[in-house]
């Protein structure tokens, strides 16, 4: 498509290598040309997925027919959106009232229950005995639909469990936690999870329901930006204090121009920009 073909030459060479090395990036872009040249959203993606192909001599790429079919991230997501409403709707409130129910048969007051604070192992406990009353019942975890991009049912249980079991974990630990932690604090550090966790927790930064700094992840109410680190923290008050700028500027401003600062300073921009706290006009970037 000359349209984007056009766009694309016109952008600066380091935001034609974002585009080239990072798919979050293609969308991004593909986002804003869509509506600036009023234009399908697939047919965008789809002229920029070839002109990467060509670009990176991926031939195979260029000449096999497409097939963008973006409502399928929409089925996951309303799956995932149920199961959050399950947890925090039906299992947290029945967790509660279980353990309420047994402070007060074990000679505590209702209203006595009602202020106590239960520990991680008595809701771990309640939470098991909430979800063994809902099965069976109208209540129960919502079924997924039958395939999700291309997984079976089972496959798609587990990413959902794992999704309900991080966001309650996160949710305990306002330091944050890296993958290998999140996956120990649930027996499930193994080959059999691991990729699982990675799908799961991209989901989750990508939809707003986690923070990723570095390599540990935080909830989304436990990450302000000062948990930043001093890169991420530099960057972000230089464009507070001078606006919109470039990369070309910022990599100036940081003394740091070399193909690993570049490199450095893409994977700054790309977090700042996934966890809200800067957008991008054309080829500059500005706090939101």
Aim: aromatic letters at 8%; charged letters at 25%; proline letters at 4%.
């Amino acid at each position: 498509m000359n349209l984007v073909q056009d766009e694309f030459n016109r952008l600066s060479g380091e935001d034609q290598e974002m585009i080239l090395e990072n798919p979050i990036m293609r969308e991004m872009f593909s986002e804003t040309w869509s509506t600036e040249l009023g234009l399908p959203l697939t047919d965008v993606l789809l002229a920029i997925t070839q002109l990467v192909a060509k670009r990176t001599g991926n031939l195979e790429e260029v000449f096999t027919p497409k097939v963008v079919s973006p409502p399928k991230s929409n089925v996951q997501n309303q799956y995932y959106e149920l199961m959050d409403w399950h947890e925090a709707a039906v299992v947290e409130p029945l967790t509660l009232a279980l353990w309420h129910k047994e402070l007060v048969e074990s000679g505590m007051t209702y209203a006595q229950s009602i202020i106590a604070v239960p520990d991680d192992e008595d809701l771990s406990r309640c939470r098991s005995q909430a979800l063994s009353t809902l099965k069976g019942s109208a209540w129960a975890v919502p079924k997924p639909p039958q395939l999700i991009y291309g997984l079976s049912l089972r496959a798609q249980e587990r990413r959902a469990r794992l999704l309900s079991s991080f966001t309650r974990v996160l949710s305990q630990h306002i330091d944050g936690l890296s993958k290998t932690q999140l996956l120990s604090s649930l027996n499930k550090d193994n080959g059999s999870w691991r990729g699982i966790a990675d799908e799961v927790l991209e989901y989750m930064v990508q939809t707003g329901k986690a923070v990723r700094v570095g390599t540990i992840f935080y909830s989304t109410n436990h990450a302000p930006l000062e948990r930043e680190n001093s890169y991420h923290r530099i960057v972000y008050e230089f464009l507070v204090t001078n606006g919109s700028s470039s990369v070309t500027t910022l990599l100036k401003h940081m003394g740091y121009n070399n193909s690993k600062g570049r490199k450095k300073i893409r994977e700054v921009l790309h977090q700042l920009y996934e966890e809200g706290y800067i957008i991008t006009k054309g080829r500059k970037w500005e706090t939101c």
